[in-house]
C-alpha cells in the first residue's frame, strides 16, 4: 500500500509554530493538504491544539505566500527569476562584498521560526562559519537571551532550565508569563492551563506575577499579583532576602552545592520589602507572606518568561529566579524545579564558562553569539566595517525589533538584502532578492525545540506532509546551493545515498547526511531515526526525574551553583541605579507593556483573513480606565502613543485588567508598507517597536537582551482639525 499516492490520505505531523509541538492530523487529497485537526493519539499532546495551529493549512495555501525566487526591479517592484539565476547572482554579489570588505561585512538575522526547523539552523551555522563572518544576529535577543547568560552565569551551561514540575507543586510562582495564549515558553508543555489548573484544583496555589490580570487568572488557574513593569528583580530580591531573614535558606543544600552565597545574601539586603513595596507597587506585608509561603512549602517552582527578559535586568532577573529555587532546597525536588532531559542530555553542549562570554566591540563589552538585534541599525550604519549585506532567515525585524524608522532607513543602506521566508513581508520590502521558503508541513522535522525543556519529554519525527508546492525550498537546500555556487564545502558535494534525488527511499535530505547529527543524538539513548521515524505519534520518554541535577547535570568546573557571578559587578550598580529612579518616578510616568493574543504569532499570522474578523482588524493601545479619564481619552478615541524614540496614532480601549500606569499593545502589527502581504496591509495596525529604544544602550550588556517592557510612553488626545 502506498499511501501517498491514494487521493485522500491522513498524515500524523505537529505543530511547528510554538512550543507544545502539538500533534496534528494532516489531510492530504490529491497532493494537496486540505485541513488540520488535533492528533488525539499523539503520545504527549493527546489531541490538544490551538486555533493558530489549526489554521496553518491556511499559511501554507496563503495566495500571497511566495513560490518563485523574486528579484526586485530597479523601480522597487519584484520579478520572478529562475533558482539558477538567483543562486548565481546572489552568490557573486556576496562574493565580491566579502573580497572587498573581508567576511564581517556579511551578517545573517536567523528569525524565530528557525528554532522550530531542525534542519535549517545547521545549515545557516555552516553557511556563516565557512564565509568567516564574527557577526550574526538573531530574533533570541528580543525574546531569551538573558535566560542563556543566566544560565551559564549559574549552572556553567546556557542549556540548562529547570522547568517546574507542576503535577507535583505546592506553589507554583509564575513572572512574565501568560500560558492561556501563549501556551508557554521555555516551558514545552501540553495545555499549560490545564495542568495549572489542576494545581489548583488539588489545593495548591499558583501565582501569575504580571502588570495586567491575565487571561490565565480568569480560568481557575491562578491569581495575579499585580507588579510595576520591569521591577521583578527587586521583587525577587525580596523574596530571598525575606527567607534569609526569616526561615532561613535550606542550609543543607546551599552549604554542599553553593558558593558566593554570602555575596548573595549581601545583594538581596539591599532590597528587603519595606523597601521595594513602592517600585513595585506590591505591599510589604504580602511580599513578606509570598516569601514564607514559598519557603514552607512541601515543594514549590517558579517560572519566568518574556515579560521580565525583555525588562532591563532579565539576566538578574533569571539569576535570582534560580537562587529563590536553589535556596529553598526546591531545585532538583520533586515539585520544584527539575531539569528536563529528552532524547538527548543538552546540559553539556551549553557548557561555556561565562566570564569568558564576553566580547570587546565597537559598541562596548557584548555578550559573545548573537550581536544584540538592537544594534542591527548601527552595525549597518557604522563608518568603520559596516555590515553591508544580510540574509534574513525567517525572521522579519523591520516589526520584531524596537526602533522602526532606524531600521527601515538602515535595510536601505544594505548592498545586498536576501530574504528567506513564506511571504514577502514587512522586512523583504527593502530586499534585493526574497526566497521562497518551504513551510512546516513541506519538510520532514523532528520537534527538536523543546530539547530540555519539556514537561512530559518525547520526541517525534514527521515526514513532508506534500512536497513544497511550486517552487518553494527548504533553508538548507536554499542555503547549501548558495554555498555551493561560492565554492564552499555543501550537502551538494556527493551524490546523493540513494543515487537519486530524493525519489527513493530515502528523501533527499536523509540521503545527503544532514539527518546524521540528530542520528547521532539518539544512539546515545540507544535510538535512531528508523525507531523514532516508526513511531508516527511520537515517542514518551519518563518524565521529570529529579535526583542527577547537582552531582551530573550541572555543567560549572567545581561542581557548584554559581550563587553570585562575579561578572554581574557592574550590573548591581545598575541595578541601584534604576532602583532609585523607579523611586523618584513611582507610579507617575506610563509604561507600555507587550501584550500578546490568540489571533496573531509574532508578524506572521498578519495575512490570515479568518483571523480578522470584527475588532480584530487593528492592534488597539490598552488603558486602565482612570489614566484614560485623567488624560481625557476614551474608547475608541484616535490617541496619540509617543515618547522619545517614535510615535504613533492608535484607537484606544479602556481595560480595567491592567495595573494603573500602565499601557499595553500587541506587536507584529504596521504592515502599512508591506504591500506583499495584502490582507495585513489592509490591517495594518500599528508596531509598538516604533517607541521602543534602539542602539547602544538599549540592550541588557550581560546578555544582549533588548529592553523591550516598562518603556516609558505617553498618550494624549489626538487634535482633529476642528478641535480645540
Ligand atoms: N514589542 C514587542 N516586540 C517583540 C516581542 C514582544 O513581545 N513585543 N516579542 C519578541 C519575540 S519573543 C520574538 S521570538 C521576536 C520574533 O522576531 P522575528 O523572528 O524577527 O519575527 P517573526 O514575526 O516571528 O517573523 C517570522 C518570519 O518567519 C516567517 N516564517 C514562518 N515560518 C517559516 C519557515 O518555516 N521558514 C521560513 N524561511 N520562514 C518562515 C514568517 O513568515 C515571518 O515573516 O519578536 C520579538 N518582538
Ligand atoms: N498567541 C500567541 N502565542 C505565542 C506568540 C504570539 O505572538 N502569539 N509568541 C510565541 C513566542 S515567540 C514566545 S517567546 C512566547 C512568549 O510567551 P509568554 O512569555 O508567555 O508571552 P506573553 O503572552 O507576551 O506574556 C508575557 C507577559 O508578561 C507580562 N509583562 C509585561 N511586562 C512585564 C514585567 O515587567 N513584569 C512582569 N512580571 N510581567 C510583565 C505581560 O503582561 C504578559 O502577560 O509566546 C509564543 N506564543
Ligand atoms: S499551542 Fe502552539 S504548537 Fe500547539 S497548535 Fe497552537 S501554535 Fe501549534
Ligand atoms: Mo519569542
Known amino acids: ?88 547572482d546572489i552568490s557573486s554579489r556576496l562574493r565580491e562584498i566579502i ?47 538573558n535566560k542563556f547568560a543566566g544560565s551559564e552565569a549559574v549552572f556553567g551551561s546556557s542549556t540548562m532550565h529547570p522547568v517546574p514540575d507542576l503535577d507535583h507543586t505546592e506553589l507554583f510562582l509564575s513572572f512574565g508569563a501568560n500560558p492561556r495564549v501563549s501556551h508557554a515558553s521555555f516551558l514545552s508543555i501540553r495545555d499549560p492551563i490545564r495542568v495549572i489548573k489542576s494545581v489548583v484544583a488539588r489545593g495548591g496555589r499558583v501565582v501569575h506575577v504580571n502588570p495586567r490580570r491575565i487571561e490565565s487568572d480568569k480560568t481557575k488557574a491562578g491569581d495575579t499579583l499585580l507588579i510595576r ?6 521583587l525577587l530580591a525580596a523574596l530571598i532576602h525575606e527567607i534569609d531573614r526569616g526561615p532561613g535558606f535550606d542550609a543543607a543544600v546551599v552549604k554542599t552545592h553553593g558558593k558566593h552565597v554570602a555575596e548573595l545574601r549581601a545583594f538581596v539586603a539591599n ?46 532577573a533569571y539569576w535570582l529566579l534560580h537562587m529563590l529555587s536553589f535556596v529553598t532546597g526546591n531545585l532538583d525536588r520533586r515539585g520544584g524545579n527539575i531539569l528536563s532531559v529528552g532524547f538527548y542530555a543538552s546540559a553539556k553542549a551549553g557548557r561555556r564558562p561565562y566570564s569568558q562570554s564576553f566580547i570587546e566591540s565597537e559598541f562596548g563589552t557584548l555578550r559573545k553569539g548573537a550581536l544584540p538585534g538592537n544594534l542591527m541599525p548601527d552595525y549597518i550604519e ?81 515526514e513532508k506532509v506534500v512536497e513544497p508546492y511550486a517552487e518553494r525550498r527548504e533553508e538548507w537546500w536554499i542555503l547549501g546551493k548558495i554555498a555551493q555556487a561560492m565554492e564552499l564545502k555543501s550537502p551538494f558535494d556527493h551524490e546523493p545515498l540513494d543515487g537519486g534525488e530524493g525519489d527513493g527511499d530515502m528523501s533527499e535530505a536523509e540521503a545527503r547526511g544532514l539527518w546524521g547529527r540528530i542520528d547521532h543524538m539518539l544512539r546515545g539513548r540507544s535510538l535512531s531515526l528508523e525507531t523514532v521515524r516508526a513511531e508516527t505519534h511520537g515517542l514518551k520518554f519518563e518524565g521529570l526525574e529529579p535526583g542527577a541535577f547537582y ?17 554581574f559587578a557592574e ?51 490598552f488603558i486602565h480606565p482612570e489614566d484614560a479619564k485623567v ?50 496591509q489592509r490591517t495594518p495596525g500599528v508596531n509598538p517597536n516604533a517607541l521602543l529604544p534602539t542602539g547602544p544602550g538599549s540592550f541588557d550588556p550581560l546578555s544582549n537582551q533588548a529592553f523591550m517592557t516598562g518603556v516609558p510612553v505617553e498618550v494624549e488626545r489626538r487634535l482633529l482639525a476642528g478641535d480645540g
Open 1 to 88: 500500500m502506498n499511501s501517498r499516492t491514494s487521493p485522500i490520505r491522513e498524515t500524523a505531523t505537529f505543530c511547528r509554530v510554538c512550543e507544545p509541538a502539538c500533534g496534528l492530523i494532516a489531510t492530504v487529497e490529491n497532493g494537496e493538504l486540505t485541513g488540520l485537526r488535533p492528533d488525539k493519539a499523539n503520545v504527549v499532546t493527546r489531541g490538544f491544539a490551538c486555533n493558530k495551529g489549526l489554521a496553518g493549512d491556511e499559511i501554507h495555501r496563503d495566495p500571497d505566500r511566495v513560490n518563485y525566487p523574486m528579484r526586485r526591479r530597479k523601480d522597487g517592484t519584484f520579478e520572478r527569476v529562475t533558482w539558477d539565476e538567483a543562486i548565481g
Open 99 to 145: 573580497d572587498k570588505n573581508g567576511p564581517n561585512a556579511f551578517a545573517p538575522y536567523i528569525g524565530n521560526p528557525t528554532a522550530f526547523n531542525t534542519l535549517a539552523g545547521p545549515a545557516i551555522g555552516a553557511l556563516f562559519a565557512q564565509i568567516g563572518t564574527k557577526r550574526m544576529f538573531s530574533s533570541g535577543t528580543q525574546d531569551c537571551a
Open 229 to 234: 513593569p520591569d521591577t521583578d528583580v527587586y
Open 271 to 316: 532590597y528587603p520589602a519595606e523597601r521595594v513595596a513602592g517600585v513595585t507597587g506590591i505591599d510589604a506585608d504580602e511580599i513578606r507572606a509570598l516569601a514564607l509561603d514559598f519557603a514552607n512549602a512541601k515543594a514549590a517552582s517558579v517560572h519566568m518568561s518574556t515579560g521580565v527578559n525583555m525588562g532591563r535586568q532579565g539576566t538578574l
Open 382 to 462: 557604522a563608518e568603520d566595517d559596516p555590515v553591508r549585506a544580510m540574509f534574513v532567515v525567517a525572521g522579519n525585524p523591520v516589526l520584531s525589533i524596537g526602533g522602526e524608522s532606524r531600521l527601515r532607513s538602515a535595510m536601505k543602506k544594505l548592498d545586498l538584502l536576501v530574504v528567506i521566508d513564506l511571504y514577502r513581508n514587512a522586512t523583504a520590502e527593502y530586499a534585493d532578492y526574497v526566497l521562497p521558503s518551504a513551510d512546516s508541513f513541506e519538510r520532514e522535522d523532528i520537534n527538536i525545540t523543546g530539547l530540555g525543556l519539556q514537561f512530559e519529554p518525547w520526541i517525534q519525527f514527521t
Open 551 to 567: 552531582n551530573e547535570q550541572l555543567q560549572t568546573d567545581d561542581m557548584k551553583v554559581d550563587c553570585c557571578p562575579a561578572a
Open 571 to 621: 550590573a548591581f550598580a545598575r541595578c541601584a541605579n534604576e532602583f532609585e529612579e523607579l523611586e523618584q518616578e513611582a507610579g507617575t510616568r506610563l509604561k507600555m507593556i507587550t501584550l500578546r493574543d490568540p489571533y496573531m504569532h509574532n508578524s506572521w499570522y498578519a495575512n490570515l483573513d479568518r483571523m480578522k474578523g470584527g475588532t480584530k482588524d487593528r492592534n488597539y493601545l
Open 631 to 680: 488624560r481625557g481619552v476614551e474608547d475608541d478615541d484616535e490617541v496619540r502613543l509617543f515618547n522619545e524614540w517614535g510615535e504613533v496614532i492608535v484607537a484606544l480601549r479602556t481595560n480595567a485588567d491592567l495595573a494603573r500606569g500602565v499601557v499595553a499593545l500587541t506587536h507584529g502589527w504596521g504592515n502599512g508598507q508591506t504591500p506583499g502581504m495584502q490582507v495585513a
